[in-house]
């Protein structure tokens, strides 16, 4: 189905940083698969996992429990401070999905509604597209699933007022990842800590994009010293291996009874292998404080082009805004040059590589993106 513009490049193989197409010609990926490869393509820790893990054990239905299971989410919870409970999923929007059925269970009848902000990117099933702060999304898919509304983002003030006895819930990303590398103000998420908690309300944080080392802490929120209710992640989690899970506080989590909700595949046994490999992995390598340091690199080398006029983000997620040069073209041709990134605004970059990145790789990325501005 035509659901994404005509493929420019078939990749068959990678290592690392690099890809390597159909020609036998290398790339240096600088998007990770949208955040997801966050080891590096082929990680031989994660690819023996797997391996092992297909000829343990493949699936048994969540009906039962599983070794990678139990530990991978108690892994996860280790890294949100702990006391919490995990659901496994199969992908970002459909943690978002639980996230939100969780809210309407806990709030009640009559008080599902959750609010978000504009700019925002939750995914694109019906409830977690309607989730998302981009109103030009939502056109072709009227009528939406109803229990939704949004504010200006960073705005207390209009968070204020959306909120009415309806509202069970507020759902944040600390960076706006699709909606163009928008890093929240920690005052703002500490003053939307202070709300929920004096309306009643869960804080619900999609980490999806941000979560696991990739703004230069575990987790985006932890920037801003705020403990939220609910968080989601995905993309980093399985290094391409699809895998989502939300956690919730324990006592939210317990809302949720059997039957509430389900997954036939979420966390199952070869995907959860993968996430307790990416979580050792990322453990030993101390993942943030790379991401922190070659984000820093990175930064310093995209500020000294002329054509990047500024740049934005945390640790590996950023973004650089360019003097009003059309940002999808220039991705167009720096893949052609030989660099994976992407145009997230019309005027701006993203950069998301592997969190394993060399000061080197950064260095040969920036002097392709260079030669390409030229």
């Not at 919490?84 to 939100?100: Q, T």
């Not at 930064?299 to 082009?305: F, G, N, Q, S």
């Amino acid at each position: 189905m035509t659901t994404y513009p005509p493929a420019q490049v078939t990749f068959v193989r990678g290592a690392g940083t690099e890809l390597w197409d159909d020609t036998d010609k290398r790339y240096l990926d600088f998007l990770g698969g949208l955040a997801v490869v966050s080891l590096g393509h082929a990680h031989p820790v994660v690819a023996d996992a797997l391996c092992e893990q297909a000829r343990t054990l493949l699936h048994v239905s969540n009906l039962f429990a599983t070794v990678p299971g139990r530990q991978a989410a108690a892994a996860l919870d280790r890294l949100l401070g702990g006391g919490g409970k995990v659901f496994f999923a199969n992908s970002g929007a459909e943690a978002n999905e639980a996230a939100i059925k969780l809210a309407r269970k806990w709030g009640g009848h009559g008080r599902h509604g959750v609010v978000s902000a504009y700019g925002s990117f939750h995914g694109r099933t019906l409830a977690t597209l309607h989730a998302t702060g981009q109103p030009e999304k939502h056109e072709t898919f009227q009528p939406l699933p109803e229990g939704f509304r949004h504010v200006a983002w960073g705005d207390l003030e209009d968070l204020e007022r959306a909120i009415d006895p309806t509202v069970a819930a507020v759902l944040l990303e600390p960076v706006q990842g699709e909606g163009g590398v928008n890093v929240a103000e920690a005052d703002y998420f500490q003053g939307v800590r202070a709300l929920c908690d004096e309306r009643g309300l869960l804080f619900m944080v999609d980490e999806v994009q941000t979560g696991l080392g990739r703004t230069g802490r575990w987790f985006g929120h932890q920037h801003f010293d705020v403990l939220p209710d609910v968080v989601t992640m995905a993309k980093a989690l399985g290094n391409g291996v699809p895998i989502g899970a939300c956690w919730a506080r324990e006592e939210v989590a317990d809302a949720f009874q059997p039957g509430d909700h389900a997954t036939t595949y979420g966390g199952q046994p070869l995907a959860a292998s993968a996430a307790r490999a990416v979580l050792a992995v990322m453990e030993a390598e101390d993942v943030p404080s790379r991401a922190r340091d070659a984000g820093a690199h990175l930064t310093e080398r995209l500020l000294a082009l002329d054509a990047v006029t500024d740049v934005r983000g945390l640790g590996l997620l950023l973004a650089a805004e360019l003097d009003g040069r059309d940002a999808r073209q220039v991705a167009a041709d720096c893949l052609a040059a030989g660099l994976v990134v992407n145009g997230v605004t019309p005027t701006a970059l993203r950069f998301a590589p592997p969190l394993l990145v060399t000061h080197d790789e950064i260095d040969e990325a920036v002097s392709i993106l260079s030669e390409v501005l030229s």
